[in-house]
Nanobody, 126 residues
Framework: QVQLVESGGGLVQAGGSLKLSCVVS????????MGWFRQAPGKEREFVAA????????YYVDSVKGRFTISRDNAKNTVYLQMDSLKPEDTAIYYC???????????????????WGQGTQVTVSS
């Protein structure tokens, strides 16, 4: 049973920063491609960022490029999302996800991820 637990969300002013963490249980974390998604009230869950097993490949949705950075520490079974220059439109619940079998290195497709965390709330005030 693989569990993902996010933390680090909170309330910040526009232009501020937050760093989200996601700790993954088990002994096979290094074999997973990882991703972050977000969901605002009344909207569908959308892709934010992803990285490969080794951390060598990264991909971001256009709206966060240059502001967000995804990274991982395989020794700690943890993936991070550093968020800088936050905007009110970044307000959402952020979810961490793991993909066991990703032949392309990274994926933006929600249905390809196998495990999901419970989410952490990020609120950006104007």
């Amino acid at each position: 049973q693989v569990q993902l637990v996010e933390s680090g969300g909170g309330l910040v002013q526009a232009g501020g920063s937050l760093k989200l963490s996601c700790v993954v249980s088990g002994r096979t974390f290094s074999s997973y491609a990882m991703g972050w998604f977000r969901q605002a009230p009344g909207k569908e869950r959308e892709f934010v960022a992803a990285l490969s097993r080794s951390g060598g490949r990264r991909y971001y949705v256009d709206s966060v490029k240059g502001r967000f950075t995804i990274s991982r520490d395989n020794a700690k079974n943890t993936v991070y999302l550093q968020m800088d220059s936050l905007k009110p439109e970044d307000t959402a619940i952020y979810y961490c996800a793991a993909d066991r079998d990703q032949p392309m290195g990274v994926t933006v497709r929600r249905y390809e991820y196998d495990y999901w965390g419970q989410g952490t709330q990020v609120t950006v005030s104007s």
